[in-house]
Protein backbone atom coordinates (compact mmCIF):
# COMPACT_ATOMS: atom_id res chain seq x y z
CA UNK A 1 0.00 0.00 0.00
CA UNK A 2 1.24 3.91 -0.99
CA UNK A 3 2.04 6.20 1.83
CA UNK A 4 0.30 9.45 1.06
CA UNK A 5 1.73 12.58 1.79
CA UNK A 6 -0.30 15.16 3.74
CA UNK A 7 1.15 18.01 3.21
CA UNK A 8 -0.56 19.78 6.54
CA UNK A 9 1.61 17.20 9.06
CA UNK A 10 5.22 19.03 7.40
CA UNK A 11 7.06 21.45 8.54
CA UNK A 12 6.60 25.05 8.05
CA UNK A 13 10.05 24.95 6.73
CA UNK A 14 8.76 22.58 3.55
CA UNK A 15 6.08 24.81 3.05
CA UNK A 16 7.58 27.46 0.77
CA UNK A 17 9.34 24.58 -1.06
CA UNK A 18 6.12 23.12 -1.74
CA UNK A 19 4.16 26.55 -2.62
CA UNK A 20 7.54 26.57 -4.96
CA UNK A 21 6.70 23.43 -6.88
CA UNK A 22 2.95 23.72 -7.23
CA UNK A 23 2.65 20.24 -9.31
CA UNK A 24 3.98 17.33 -6.82
CA UNK A 25 2.61 13.81 -7.14
CA UNK A 26 0.19 12.60 -4.53
CA UNK A 27 2.05 9.30 -4.03
CA UNK A 28 6.12 7.56 -3.72
CA UNK A 29 5.17 5.47 -6.33
CA UNK A 30 4.94 8.17 -8.71
CA UNK A 31 8.23 9.78 -7.79
CA UNK A 32 11.56 9.38 -9.72
CA UNK A 33 13.84 6.76 -8.40
CA UNK A 34 17.78 6.49 -8.71
CA UNK A 35 17.09 2.85 -10.91
CA UNK A 36 15.36 4.55 -13.11
CA UNK A 37 17.03 7.95 -13.52
CA UNK A 38 20.35 5.57 -14.11
CA UNK A 39 18.36 3.42 -16.58
CA UNK A 40 16.95 6.74 -18.31
CA UNK A 41 20.76 8.30 -18.45
CA UNK A 42 21.87 4.67 -20.07
CA UNK A 43 19.54 4.58 -22.59
CA UNK A 44 20.32 8.04 -23.37
CA UNK A 45 24.54 7.59 -23.52
CA UNK A 46 24.23 4.39 -25.91
CA UNK A 47 21.91 6.52 -28.18
CA UNK A 48 25.26 9.16 -27.87
CA UNK A 49 28.68 8.88 -28.37
CA UNK A 50 32.20 7.48 -26.77
CA UNK A 51 32.67 11.58 -25.25
CA UNK A 52 28.69 11.72 -24.39
CA UNK A 53 28.73 8.16 -22.67
CA UNK A 54 31.47 9.29 -19.71
CA UNK A 55 29.36 12.76 -19.79
CA UNK A 56 26.09 10.72 -18.21
CA UNK A 57 27.42 8.17 -16.28
CA UNK A 58 29.68 10.96 -14.88
CA UNK A 59 26.25 12.94 -14.14
CA UNK A 60 24.55 9.70 -13.21
CA UNK A 61 27.13 8.55 -10.54
CA UNK A 62 27.13 12.65 -8.85
CA UNK A 63 23.45 12.88 -8.74
CA UNK A 64 22.01 8.73 -8.44
CA UNK A 65 24.60 6.91 -6.52
CA UNK A 66 24.40 9.79 -4.07
CA UNK A 67 23.31 8.47 -0.48
CA UNK A 68 22.47 11.47 0.44
CA UNK A 69 19.72 11.29 -1.60
CA UNK A 70 17.68 9.46 0.38
CA UNK A 71 17.68 12.20 3.13
CA UNK A 72 16.84 13.91 1.01
CA UNK A 73 12.80 16.18 1.14
CA UNK A 74 10.55 15.74 -1.87
CA UNK A 75 11.30 19.22 -3.46
CA UNK A 76 14.78 18.94 -3.41
CA UNK A 77 14.74 15.64 -5.30
CA UNK A 78 12.33 17.10 -7.78
CA UNK A 79 14.81 19.86 -8.21
CA UNK A 80 17.26 17.59 -9.02
CA UNK A 81 15.63 15.32 -11.49
CA UNK A 82 14.51 18.73 -13.08
CA UNK A 83 18.19 19.67 -13.33
CA UNK A 84 19.07 16.54 -14.86
CA UNK A 85 16.51 16.98 -17.11
CA UNK A 86 17.43 19.80 -18.65
CA UNK A 87 21.35 18.67 -18.91
CA UNK A 88 20.00 15.86 -20.83
CA UNK A 89 18.09 18.33 -23.26
CA UNK A 90 21.16 20.80 -23.16
CA UNK A 91 23.49 17.76 -24.46
CA UNK A 92 20.73 16.59 -27.04
CA UNK A 93 21.05 20.14 -28.88
CA UNK A 94 24.73 20.20 -28.79
CA UNK A 95 24.77 16.36 -30.68
CA UNK A 96 22.17 18.11 -32.92
CA UNK A 97 24.25 20.90 -33.69
CA UNK A 98 27.39 18.80 -34.42
CA UNK A 99 25.81 16.45 -36.84
CA UNK A 100 24.31 19.56 -38.84
CA UNK A 101 27.73 20.56 -38.95
CA UNK A 102 29.08 17.84 -39.97
CA UNK A 103 26.23 16.92 -42.95
CA UNK A 104 27.06 20.94 -43.99
CA UNK A 105 30.85 20.21 -44.13
CA UNK A 106 30.30 17.15 -46.41
CA UNK A 107 27.95 18.59 -48.55
CA UNK A 108 30.25 21.92 -49.26
CA UNK A 109 32.97 19.60 -49.92
CA UNK A 110 30.97 17.30 -52.27
CA UNK A 111 30.22 20.85 -53.92
CA UNK A 112 33.74 21.62 -54.12
CA UNK A 113 34.83 18.60 -55.17
CA UNK A 114 31.76 18.11 -58.31
CA UNK A 115 31.48 21.62 -59.21
CA UNK A 116 32.70 22.68 -62.66
CA UNK A 117 33.68 26.05 -62.17
CA UNK A 118 36.09 25.60 -59.31
CA UNK A 119 39.38 25.52 -60.54
CA UNK A 120 43.24 26.88 -59.12
CA UNK A 121 44.62 29.78 -60.87
CA UNK A 122 47.33 27.84 -63.70
CA UNK A 123 50.98 29.50 -63.83
CA UNK A 124 50.57 30.79 -67.22
CA UNK A 125 47.43 33.11 -65.57
CA UNK A 126 50.11 34.02 -62.67
CA UNK A 127 52.47 35.12 -65.93
CA UNK A 128 50.37 37.05 -67.81
CA UNK A 129 49.34 38.95 -64.61
CA UNK A 130 50.02 42.52 -64.67
CA UNK A 131 52.74 43.43 -61.58
CA UNK A 132 50.93 46.93 -61.69
CA UNK A 133 48.29 48.41 -63.49
CA UNK A 134 50.36 50.91 -65.32
CA UNK A 135 53.21 48.21 -66.05
CA UNK A 136 52.72 46.78 -69.79
CA UNK A 137 51.34 42.85 -70.41
CA UNK A 138 54.85 40.79 -70.23
CA UNK A 139 54.37 38.10 -72.88
CA UNK A 140 57.42 35.12 -73.29
CA UNK A 141 59.41 35.67 -76.52
CA UNK A 142 59.91 31.65 -76.52
CA UNK A 143 56.06 30.76 -77.53
CA UNK A 144 55.46 28.64 -80.49
CA UNK A 145 53.21 31.06 -82.28
CA UNK A 146 56.62 33.72 -82.23
CA UNK A 147 58.92 30.82 -83.76
CA UNK A 148 55.61 30.06 -86.53
CA UNK A 149 55.25 33.62 -87.80
CA UNK A 150 59.10 34.35 -87.74
CA UNK A 151 60.84 37.50 -86.39
CA UNK A 152 59.91 40.59 -87.14
CA UNK A 153 61.24 41.62 -91.06
CA UNK A 154 61.01 45.63 -90.88
CA UNK A 155 62.93 48.20 -93.22
CA UNK A 156 66.45 50.58 -92.10
CA UNK A 157 63.48 53.28 -91.65
CA UNK A 158 61.15 51.22 -88.81
CA UNK A 159 58.05 50.77 -90.99
CA UNK A 160 57.03 47.01 -91.47
CA UNK A 161 53.42 45.78 -91.16
CA UNK A 162 52.57 42.46 -89.62
CA UNK A 163 49.95 39.83 -89.79
CA UNK A 164 47.70 39.75 -92.90
CA UNK A 165 48.58 43.06 -93.97
CA UNK A 166 52.37 42.15 -94.60
CA UNK A 167 51.45 42.64 -97.95
CA UNK A 168 48.88 44.92 -98.17
CA UNK A 169 48.35 48.28 -97.27
CA UNK A 170 49.13 51.73 -99.07
CA UNK A 171 52.95 52.57 -99.25
CA UNK A 172 54.50 55.91 -98.66
CA UNK A 173 57.68 56.45 -100.88
CA UNK A 174 58.75 59.65 -98.07
CA UNK A 175 59.15 56.75 -95.73
CA UNK A 176 59.85 53.57 -97.57
CA UNK A 177 63.91 52.64 -97.90
CA UNK A 178 62.79 51.18 -101.47
CA UNK A 179 62.25 54.61 -102.64
CA UNK A 180 65.60 55.93 -102.17
CA UNK A 181 66.35 59.23 -100.51
CA UNK A 182 64.73 62.84 -101.40
CA UNK A 183 66.64 64.62 -103.85
CA UNK A 184 65.49 67.98 -103.35
CA UNK A 185 67.43 70.02 -106.44
CA UNK A 186 66.02 67.22 -108.81
CA UNK A 187 62.26 67.29 -107.65
CA UNK A 188 62.35 71.31 -108.10
CA UNK A 189 63.97 70.59 -111.52
CA UNK A 190 60.99 68.03 -112.40
CA UNK A 191 58.26 70.17 -110.80
CA UNK A 192 59.69 73.98 -112.21
CA UNK A 193 56.27 74.28 -113.84
CA UNK A 194 54.17 74.45 -110.45
CA UNK A 195 56.33 77.78 -109.74
CA UNK A 196 55.21 79.24 -112.93
CA UNK A 197 51.38 78.30 -111.91
CA UNK A 198 51.75 79.57 -108.90
CA UNK A 199 52.96 82.61 -109.57
CA UNK A 200 50.08 82.69 -112.50
CA UNK A 201 47.67 82.25 -108.94
CA UNK A 202 49.28 85.46 -106.62
CA UNK A 203 48.86 87.51 -110.20
CA UNK A 204 45.13 86.54 -110.74
CA UNK A 205 44.26 86.63 -107.24
CA UNK A 206 46.02 90.89 -106.88
CA UNK A 207 43.91 91.54 -109.61
CA UNK A 208 40.54 90.05 -107.87
CA UNK A 209 41.53 91.59 -104.39
CA UNK A 210 42.47 95.06 -106.17
CA UNK A 211 39.04 94.82 -108.53
CA UNK A 212 36.77 94.31 -104.76
CA UNK A 213 38.79 97.38 -103.21
CA UNK A 214 37.65 100.00 -105.77
CA UNK A 215 34.30 101.51 -105.60
CA UNK A 216 31.53 102.67 -108.02
CA UNK A 217 30.46 101.37 -111.38
CA UNK A 218 34.24 101.24 -112.06
CA UNK A 219 34.66 98.58 -109.58
CA UNK A 220 31.81 96.66 -110.47
CA UNK A 221 32.66 96.20 -113.90
CA UNK A 222 35.85 95.26 -112.66
CA UNK A 223 34.29 92.83 -110.60
CA UNK A 224 32.29 91.76 -113.34
CA UNK A 225 34.79 90.95 -115.81
CA UNK A 226 37.34 89.31 -113.07
CA UNK A 227 33.98 87.26 -112.27
CA UNK A 228 34.38 88.14 -108.21
CA UNK A 229 32.73 89.58 -105.55
CA UNK A 230 32.72 91.77 -102.42
CA UNK A 231 31.83 88.65 -100.29
CA UNK A 232 34.79 86.57 -101.78
CA UNK A 233 37.65 89.34 -100.67
CA UNK A 234 38.36 88.54 -97.11
CA UNK A 235 38.89 85.19 -98.28
CA UNK A 236 40.80 85.66 -101.52
CA UNK A 237 43.04 87.39 -99.14
CA UNK A 238 44.05 84.65 -97.06
CA UNK A 239 44.70 82.59 -99.92
CA UNK A 240 47.40 85.08 -100.91
CA UNK A 241 48.60 85.61 -97.61
CA UNK A 242 49.53 82.01 -98.22
CA UNK A 243 51.00 81.67 -101.65
CA UNK A 244 53.30 84.56 -100.60
CA UNK A 245 54.46 82.42 -97.58
CA UNK A 246 55.18 79.39 -99.26
CA UNK A 247 57.12 81.06 -101.93
CA UNK A 248 58.98 83.26 -99.68
CA UNK A 249 59.76 79.97 -97.58
CA UNK A 250 60.41 77.80 -100.44
CA UNK A 251 63.24 80.84 -102.14
CA UNK A 252 64.88 80.92 -98.89
CA UNK A 253 65.39 77.27 -98.44
CA UNK A 254 66.77 77.18 -101.88
CA UNK A 255 68.82 80.27 -101.25
CA UNK A 256 70.07 78.10 -98.18
CA UNK A 257 70.72 75.15 -100.26
CA UNK A 258 73.16 76.77 -102.86
CA UNK A 259 74.74 78.49 -100.31
CA UNK A 260 76.11 75.50 -98.41
CA UNK A 261 76.97 74.08 -101.85
CA UNK A 262 79.00 76.92 -102.32
CA UNK A 263 80.73 76.29 -99.25
CA UNK A 264 81.03 72.48 -99.34
CA UNK A 265 82.77 73.06 -103.42
CA UNK A 266 84.88 75.92 -102.45
CA UNK A 267 86.02 73.35 -99.75
CA UNK A 268 86.38 70.48 -102.03
CA UNK A 269 88.66 73.34 -104.44
CA UNK A 270 91.06 73.92 -101.80
CA UNK A 271 91.74 70.30 -101.59
CA UNK A 272 92.51 70.05 -105.19
CA UNK A 273 94.43 72.21 -105.17
CA UNK A 274 96.87 70.66 -102.70
CA UNK A 275 95.41 72.47 -99.50
CA UNK A 276 94.53 69.92 -96.38
CA UNK A 277 90.98 68.62 -95.62
CA UNK A 278 89.72 70.31 -93.23
CA UNK A 279 85.98 70.80 -91.18
CA UNK A 280 84.47 73.99 -90.00
CA UNK A 281 83.64 75.01 -86.61
CA UNK A 282 79.46 75.37 -86.63
CA UNK A 283 80.65 79.27 -86.40
CA UNK A 284 82.91 79.55 -89.28
CA UNK A 285 80.48 77.71 -91.24
CA UNK A 286 77.33 79.78 -90.63
CA UNK A 287 79.15 82.90 -92.09
CA UNK A 288 80.47 81.22 -95.13
CA UNK A 289 76.81 80.79 -95.63
CA UNK A 290 75.17 84.25 -95.03
CA UNK A 291 78.34 85.26 -97.28
CA UNK A 292 77.35 82.74 -99.89
CA UNK A 293 73.22 83.73 -99.24
CA UNK A 294 74.23 87.56 -100.09
CA UNK A 295 75.84 86.19 -103.00
CA UNK A 296 73.04 84.11 -104.22
CA UNK A 297 70.48 87.47 -103.94
CA UNK A 298 72.88 89.30 -105.60
CA UNK A 299 72.56 86.76 -108.35
CA UNK A 300 68.92 86.64 -108.00
CA UNK A 301 68.02 90.40 -107.47
CA UNK A 302 70.85 92.41 -107.98
CA UNK A 303 72.02 94.92 -105.48
CA UNK A 304 68.67 96.35 -104.73
CA UNK A 305 67.85 92.76 -102.95
CA UNK A 306 70.92 92.43 -101.07
CA UNK A 307 70.32 96.49 -99.87
CA UNK A 308 66.93 95.31 -99.10
CA UNK A 309 68.00 91.73 -96.63
CA UNK A 310 70.60 93.79 -95.08
CA UNK A 311 68.02 96.73 -93.70
CA UNK A 312 65.87 93.97 -92.70
CA UNK A 313 68.40 92.05 -90.93
CA UNK A 314 69.78 95.59 -89.16
CA UNK A 315 66.17 96.47 -88.01
CA UNK A 316 65.80 92.91 -86.53
CA UNK A 317 68.46 93.45 -84.57
CA UNK A 318 68.07 96.66 -83.80
CA UNK A 319 64.73 95.40 -82.21
CA UNK A 320 66.22 92.53 -79.96
CA UNK A 321 69.41 95.56 -78.59
CA UNK A 322 66.60 97.57 -77.77
CA UNK A 323 64.60 94.81 -75.63
CA UNK A 324 68.10 94.15 -73.81
CA UNK A 325 68.47 98.06 -72.85
CA UNK A 326 67.58 98.83 -69.24
CA UNK A 327 64.45 101.26 -68.36
CA UNK A 328 65.27 105.04 -68.28
CA UNK A 329 64.89 105.94 -64.26
CA UNK A 330 62.89 109.03 -63.24
Request: charged share 40%; net charge positive.
Amino acid sequence: MALEYDPASSGSDNDSEVEDAPNYPSTFDELPTDESDASDEDSDGDSEGESDDKDSSDSDSDSGADPDTANMSLAERLAASQERGRVAVKKDGKNKKRSLKSMLGSEKDEITLTSPTSKKPSSKDEKMKKKSKHAPTEVSSSRKAYFERGAPQMNNNGTKSFGANMFKGSVDPRFNSMSGNMNVDGFEKGYKFLEEVEENEIKALKEKIKAGQVKGKKGQKARKRLGTSVDDLPAQQEELKRLLNNRGERIRSQVERSAKRAVKKKLRANVENGGKAYFLKKRDMRKEIVEAKFEELRKRGGDKAVKKAIEKRRKKNSNKDHLKMPTVRK
